[in-house]
């Protein structure tokens, strides 16, 4: 069951991390595109946040689920660290102009805040789960990172949870401004679980 779950975990972020390829390999509008006003569209500034975003968040999605892999960290440090290294960078770069798209996201300032909530926390708890490894607080740089994949696993629930919610509400916008919050704050939640039984079992195992 553990490695069932383990392989599903997988397989869902690199389909998703993946997903940012259609963006870049279609060259026409689909999905939520088609939402946004074409004067958009056609806002080079815009568009460069937007693709590096999608890019890099697509590239954090792949490569930081290989850090929950305990094989990994115990075989293979030096991997461990440099995929942790790519890691906080795709994030920076992600969640930065994640910030800015966050301003003209559809559905008004429910999902902007929601959105730009979900920036903050994903950057917040990246940099704060560095700054943990290089004072050797190994622990709390464990947690923190579990915070920081959560925020950045948003990408993958977010899809899962939005056809539910049109399907349920039968409109898009209302469903979207939904999302905006679901696809991050259970994952938080999950994270947070993990982290305290994590903390009980290392307790137990120290006395």
């Known amino acids: 069951m553990k ?27 689909f999905g939520l595109l088609t939402t946004k006003p074409l004067e958009l569209l056609q ?12 890019i890099f968040g697509g590239l954090a999605l792949l490569v930081g689920c290989w850090q929950f892999s305990q094989k990994l960290l115990t075989t293979n440090k030096p991997l461990h660290r440099k995929l942790g290294k790519s890691y906080m960078i795709f994030v ?11 301003a003209f996201a559809t559905g008004g300032w429910i999902t902007t805040i ?17 700054r943990a490894v290089k004072q050797w607080k190994i622990v709390l740089h464990q947690q923190l990172m579990t915070y920081s994949y959560a925020a950045c696993f948003a990408a993958v629930t977010l899809r899962i949870w939005l056809p539910l919610l ?19 704050l259970p994952n938080i939640a999950v994270a947070y679980i993990r982290n305290q039984y994590i903390s009980k079992v290392s307790m137990n195992i120290s006395k």
């Open 114 to 130: 929601g959105f730009g909530s979900l920036g903050i926390i994903w950057l917040s708890t990246t940099y704060l789960a560095y």
């Open 92 to 102: 920076a770069l992600s969640g930065l102009s994640g910030l800015y798209i966050a």
């Open 166 to 184: 049109i399907i349920t509400f039968q409109d898009f916008f209302i469903a979207y401004k939904i999302v905006a919050w679901l696809s991050w």
């Open 3 to 29: 490695k069932l779950r383990w392989y599903l975990f997988v397989s869902l972020a690199v389909l998703v991390g993946l997903y940012p390829l259609r963006y870049v390999i279609i060259k026409q509008t």
């Open 43 to 54: 806002n080079t500034v815009w568009n460069t946040f937007f693709y590096t975003h999608i």
